[in-house]
């Protein structure tokens, strides 16, 4: 008995009976790649929204620059076809589009409609340049709904008829009156002719009394 006794507790001591927890394996680096992982989902998220929210901007300011140009604002929302609006509106010719698909060409092309866009509307070419070409959502913006007319040819005039205020804020009546001016057989109102029956130098007071005759036989 005190044998067996002796057996068991010789077991006990190498361990064969003792039970030990088991540990999961801990990696650190799997935590910092799902951290990474939910940090660059967030950050795709807002860049897409912030994208969105520049290209909706953008559309809107062409919108209303291409209104104000006489041309359908719809064309906005149109690739190619909103490039071929604004070389019109630029006053450069329309086989340019093709320049927008060379390599190089295509980002000097952009600046001189730019600059050209911002003429039309009475701005300088530095506008053109800094706020239709660098910052386009913010200066399409500006030109779109900003006091800013078009001047080029073409320009639709307010409404109002024949007298309502033209294109460049004069009035259109007064531009008629100058037109007649102009006409070299344009007619002058003329006085009516004297009628021969009626008797000339007409005292007002009423006629004179008769006259004695002076020359009286003696």
Same mark, same amino acid.
């Given at each position: 008995m005190l044998q067996l006794l002796s057996q068991f507790a010789q077991m006990g001591t190498d361990g064969q009976f003792t039970s030990r927890p088991n540990l999961e394996y801990y990696d650190p680096y799997a935590t910092n790649s799902a951290a990474q992982d939910a940090v660059s989902a967030g950050m795709a998220v807002a860049m897409s929204i912030i994208i969105l929210i520049v290209v909706v901007v953008t559309i809107v300011g062409l919108w209303k620059v291409f209104t104000k140009a006489g041309k359908p604002g719809w064309a906005a929302i149109v690739p190619i076809y909103n490039n071929i609006v604004m070389l019109e509106i630029a006053g450069k010719p329309l086989w340019w589009v093709f320049l927008y698909f060379i390599p190089v060409v295509n980002i000097v092309i952009p600046i001189i409609v730019s600059i050209e866009i911002a003429k039309k509307f009475g701005k300088s070419g530095a506008f053109g340049v800094i706020a239709l070409w660098l910052f386009a959502p913010i200066g399409y913006l500006i030109l779109g709904f900003g006091k800013a007319q078009y001047q080029g040819g073409g320009a639709p005039t307010t409404s109002g008829g024949a007298y309502g205020a033209g294109s460049m804020g004069a009035p259109a009546q007064s531009q008629v009156?100058?037109?007649? #001016?102009? @006409? =070299? *057989? +344009?007619?002058? =109102? @003329? #006085?009516? +002719? +004297?009628?021969?029956?009626?008797? #000339?130098? @007409?005292? =007002?007071? *009423? =006629?004179? &009394? &008769? #006259?004695?005759p002076t020359n009286l036989v003696q």
């Open positions: 009156n100058a037109y007649h #001016q102009e @006409q =070299p *057989g +344009a007619a002058t =109102p @003329q #006085q009516p +002719a +004297a009628d021969p029956n009626q008797p #000339q130098n @007409q005292n =007002p007071q *009423g =006629p004179l &009394p &008769p #006259q004695p």
